[in-house]
């Protein structure tokens, strides 16, 4: 089997090849490939380097994913989001590949009650979200494909909250952490196994796959410190209050986060670990990085 990771210099990319080295894969056999290597926007590119290369699975990490920089960035954020998978996904249909595509919580408007199931509409409501959903579209044309929906996603290779929340440790006594957005935090180590998992499999289709268990950022943020040992307040906000005290305008985030897992596990896949525990060990996994 051979692997093609597209995005491999974000967090979830990297722990891909981690991952597939790990259960014996050749290196020879995994081309992992970042924007300077293969352009997504670029059809030539993409048909050049996938013909050549000739993958049985392409693991689709690579996305715009500034969110708010999205708002004002409609069309850099489309071509990379829709066009570029749109060419990723004419190139495997040339060679019969398998295509796993990471999509978002962001395709909800999050206002549902509850959970949301692989069925639920759609409703983005920013950029981002509207994109990432399109190129959902574009990867069912491939009918070997799996469309991932992950959040709030953690890794060591790459920026996410708990750096943020740990830098701010540094220097200061308390934050603003928004409350009334609710999801998972997911573990990239732990995403990349079960993508893996996936790519052994004909189990086609759409799934929600975050770590398991729910919580508010500003929940997140006082597990990061309590875990880390540090001595930060965090002040609940609303989404609203946060943007008045720092004098920001953001993308439309849906509230309501809460993707189910059922399918998943209805499909014989494992569930992820709690957030909780995927917490403690990049905890470990930092530490080692130091």
């Known amino acids: 089997m051979k692997y093609l990771i597209t995005g491999y210099k974000g967090q979830l990319g990297y722990d891909i090849k981690r991952e597939l080295l790990k259960r014996g894969v050749d290196e020879k056999s995994i081309l992992a490939v970042d924007r300077e290597e293969m352009d ?3 059809k030539e590119a993409v048909f050049k380097v996938i013909l050549d290369f000739r993958p049985d699975i392409i693991f689709h990490c690579a996305a715009y994913t500034a969110v708010d920089k999205a708002e004002d960035d409609e069309d850099n954020a489309y071509n990379i989001n829709v066009t570029g998978t749109k060419n990723i996904v004419d190139a495997s249909l040339e060679i019969n590949s398998t295509v796993i595509y ?9 206002t549902k009650e509850g959970y949301y199931t692989e069925e639920d509409e759609v ?3 920013s950029v981002y979200g509207k994109t990432k959903y399109l190129g959902e579209e574009e990867v069912r044309r491939n009918k070997k494909h799996f469309i991932t929906r992950i ?3 953690f890794g060591i290779n790459g920026h996410n909250f708990i750096k943020t929340m740990l830098k701010l440790s540094d ?3 308390e934050v603003n952490v928004v409350n009334d957005q609710i999801g998972s935090p997911t573990y990239t180590v732990d995403l990349a196994k079960i993508l893996v998992d996936m790519s052994n499999t004909t189990k086609y289709g759409t799934y929600n796959v975050t770590n398991d268990l729910y919580c508010s950022w500003a929940e997140f943020a006082k597990d990061i410190f309590a875990i880390n040992n540090k001595d930060v ?3 609940e906000v609303s989404t609203e209050e946060y943007l008045k005290i720092t004098n920001t305008k953001q993308a439309y985030r849906p509230r309501n986060s809460k993707l189910s897992k059922e399918k998943l596990v209805n499909m014989g896949f494992t569930m992820l670990p709690s957030y ?6 990049y905890k470990e996994e930092l530490n080692n990085t130091k």
Do not use: C, E, Q
Not at 276 to 281: F, V
């Open 233 to 235: 307040k965090v002040n």
């Open 40 to 42: 997504i926007t670029n």
């Open 123 to 125: 409703n983005p409501k």
């Open 151 to 153: 959040s709030w996603v």
């Open 276 to 281: 909780k525990d995927a917490l403690r060990r």
């Open 102 to 110: 990471m999509s978002t919580d962001y395709v909800f408007d999050g």
């Open 171 to 173: 220097n200061h006594k």
